[in-house]
Every structure is written in structure tokens, then in C-alpha cells.
């Protein structure tokens, strides 16, 4: 009769990991986030489509449900889907 021994985790698995301590925060929001930017990535999980509100100046939709796209002045992002958009 062959007996099967129960699998053993390694002691150095079984450790908790160790937590890496990171600086403290120092500074605002603001002054970590771009305050002009020339692309957008629109995540649309609902059903219906999503007009995206863009910063003023000529936009081109590069990738949406479709793939590459090349469409300017629209700010509609498909549902259930990612819309890529720049600034020209």
C-alpha cells in the first residue's frame, strides 16, 4: 500500500512578506497630475454611449471598438468599450 504524505509549504513560503516602507506623501494632488494633456483613455463599462467632455482644441478618436480609427471632432466613446482619443 503506498501512503501519501500530506504536502508541506516551505517555512520560507509560509512567512508573512515583508511590507517595503514607502516615502511619505509630501505634496498635493495637483502637483502630481498634468493640468494639460494631449491624450485621453475613456473606460465605458455601461450599456450606452458616453460623450467624453475634452479640453478645448481639435481632438482625434485613435482607437475605439473598431480599432484604429482616425475620426476628428467626436467625443462619443461606444459602449462596453475603450475610446483612445488625442489632442492634434
Request: glycine share 6%; net charge positive.
Amino acid at each position: 500500500m503506498i501512503r501519501e504524505e500530506p504536502y508541506k509549504i516551505p517555512r520560507a513560503a509560509r512567512q508573512t512578506p515583508r511590507r517595503i516602507p514607502h516615502p511619505p506623501f509630501t505634496g498635493t494632488a495637483a502637483t502630481y497630475s498634468p493640468t494639460s494633456y494631449d491624450t485621453v483613455v475613456v473606460h465605458n463599462p455601461t450599456g450606452s454611449t458616453y460623450d467624453v467632455t475634452l479640453l478645448a482644441g481639435t481632438w482625434t478618436k485613435v482607437l475605439d471598438t473598431n480599432g484604429s480609427s482616425s475620426a476628428t471632432g467626436t467625443t462619443a466613446c461606444d459602449s462596453l468599450a475603450v475610446t483612445v482619443s488625442r489632442r492634434n
